[in-house]
């Protein structure tokens, strides 16, 4: 059965151009829950360690670069089938090819500073949620 938690960054672009706020409006419109946010400016080492699984890629370096360039916020969301609905709402990874109205569409720059992070499974959704909140233990899915 898919969870009911999933992770998201709205990413150092959003926030740095103003749009974290309508991002949030957004998310919570869609019936989103938040259970927990931070705004903080990642360190190389968290980045590097977030983005782990792409240490392979041609644009990691970017990635972390891009990822450390300011602040950025973390959220824990809450609603039904969650990680596949916030996914949807989202669009795809290159905003080019994002659904009209979605997130990413409305608010992204490129492939790389594309606004927000959604989590792919409910198994990184977990994973990802405990690497920026570690203290909250309620957060089990
Ligand atoms: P995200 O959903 O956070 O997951 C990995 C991130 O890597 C992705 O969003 C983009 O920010 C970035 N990314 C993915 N593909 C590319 C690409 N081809 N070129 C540059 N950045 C990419």
Same mark, same amino acid.
């Given at each position: 059965?898919?969870?009911?938690?999933?992770?998201?960054?709205?990413? $150092? /672009?959003?926030?740095?151009?103003?749009?974290?706020?309508?991002?949030?409006?957004?998310?919570?419109?869609?019936?989103?829950?938040?259970?927990?946010?931070?705004?903080?400016?990642?360190?190389?080492?968290?980045?590097?360690?977030?983005?782990?699984?792409?240490?392979?890629? $041609?644009?990691?370096?970017?990635?972390?670069?891009?990822?450390?360039?300011?602040?950025?916020?973390?959220?824990?969301?809450?609603?039904? /089938?969650?990680?596949?609905?916030?996914?949807?709402?989202?669009?795809?990874?290159? $905003?080019?090819?994002? /659904?009209?109205?979605?997130?990413?569409?409305?608010?992204?720059?490129?492939?790389?500073?594309?606004?927000?992070?959604?989590? /792919?499974?409910?198994?990184?959704?977990?994973?990802?949620?405990?690497?920026?909140?570690?203290?909250?233990?309620?957060?089990?899915?």
């Amino acid at each position: 059965m898919a969870g009911n938690i999933t992770f998201s960054i709205i990413k $150092p /672009d959003a926030v740095a151009n103003g749009h974290a706020g309508k991002i949030l409006d957004h998310i919570i419109q869609a019936g989103y829950k938040v259970r927990a946010l931070r705004l903080i400016h990642m360190t190389q080492g968290m980045a590097e360690g977030f983005y782990a699984v792409h240490r392979e890629r $041609p644009f990691f370096k970017d990635l972390v670069s891009y990822m450390c360039s300011g602040p950025c916020m973390p959220l824990v969301l809450e609603k039904a /089938d969650a990680v596949a609905g916030f996914r949807t709402l989202i669009g795809a990874t290159d $905003p080019a090819k994002a /659904d009209e109205g979605t997130i990413r569409k409305l608010y992204a720059q490129s492939i790389e500073a594309n606004a927000v992070h959604g989590s /792919d499974s409910d198994e990184n959704a977990l994973r990802e949620a405990r690497y920026f909140f570690a203290e909250i233990e309620e957060v089990r899915g």
